[in-house]
């Protein structure tokens, strides 16, 4: 559904390409993240996508169609929730919803059974302008999606939300995703990417620096041990220490293990508690990466 080559960006009187060279295929049914620091390119190849900024070099195709030449039948096949939601204060929820309906051709889905989904049921009919920024968030999803996109491109979606809400929305991309959309993900939440995408990209300095499946990312960042944890002897604190072990936990490379006596005999030992891997996380990824924390 997405098809980026070659993309190159430079805004007027910029020193510097703000997307350098960039390649990456979304398909349809796969969530794909698309994660970096602010100014790493994020914001700009998706302005692009939407066919809003143009005259850059190389090519970014959305649904057969290449991004620079978008018209309304192009939109219509786009659905977009920003970070900041943008929408009529004086109107109520549905009101709202109606109107940014009537933009876009063909069947709909129920505005008052999207907004019971995403609780917001009891909102409906308030002025948009009472809302919290969690419940504005949770309406942006419902306007995106509600023209049933092909293409859905969503920015921070569980921004202010909590973990329960936060799930809904998620669950609600995955669905989405199930049913064949594609959808582009920006975020700072590494734990909501790494839920919820198929494959995530790193963007640092306008140039992808990594992209696969987050379980691979976190193989490949990891080191290749596991960590056997059990309950430590009396008077002894369990306390982690920098390499990721503490008191009660011993660490063997995965090289050999099957064969290991040492290993197998810690296995037999009273007091064990588990067996894990030492991968490594999406956020320590970021900012092995990156160099930056998350914001």
Do not use: W
Not at 63 to 80: F, K, P, S, T
Not at 136 to 154: C, D, E, G, M, S
Not at 192 to 197: G, K, L, P, S
């Amino acid at each position: 559904m997405i098809t980026v080559e070659g993309l190159r960006f430079t805004y007027p009187k910029a020193r510097s390409e703000a997307v350098r060279g960039i390649d990456f295929k979304v398909s349809p049914g796969e969530v794909f993240g698309f994660l970096g620091p602010s100014g790493a390119g994020k914001s700009t190849t998706q302005k692009i996508l939407l066919g809003s900024l143009r005259g850059y070099a190389g090519s970014a195709m959305v649904a057969g169609v290449e991004a620079a030449r978008a018209d309304a039948g192009y939109r219509a096949l786009v659905g977009a929730a920003f970070e900041f939601p943008c929408f009529y204060q004086k109107l109520t929820g549905i009101e709202n919803l109606s109107l940014f309906a009537s933009f876009y051709p063909g069947p709909k889905d129920d505005a008052r059974a999207l907004l019971e989904r995403l609780g917001l049921a009891d909102a409906a009919d308030r002025r948009v302008a009472e809302y919290s920024k969690g419940m504005k968030v949770r309406l942006n999803l419902a306007r995106a999606v509600q023209h049933r996109p092909r293409i859905l491109f969503l920015d921070e979606p569980t921004s202010g939300l909590d973990p329960a809400n936060a799930r809904i929305v998620r669950d609600i991309v995955r669905e989405r995703a199930a049913d064949g959309v594609a959808v582009f993900l920006t975020t700072h939440d590494m734990a909501a990417a790494d839920a919820v995408c198929d494959r995530v990209a790193f963007i640092v300095d306008g140039m992808i620096a990594a992209c696969d499946a987050p379980s691979a990312l976190k193989r490949r960042y990891g080191r290749r041990a596991v960590v056997v944890d059990r309950a430590p002897a009396a008077g002894v604190e369990a306390a982690a220490v920098g390499d990721g072990t503490g008191a009660g936990q011993r660490e063997f490379g995965f090289d050999g293990l099957a064969d290991n006596a040492e290993f197998l005999a810690e296995l037999r030992k009273p007091g064990l508690l588990g067996i894990r891997t030492l991968d490594s996380s999406l956020d320590s990824i970021f900012l092995a990466l990156t160099g930056k924390e998350l914001a």
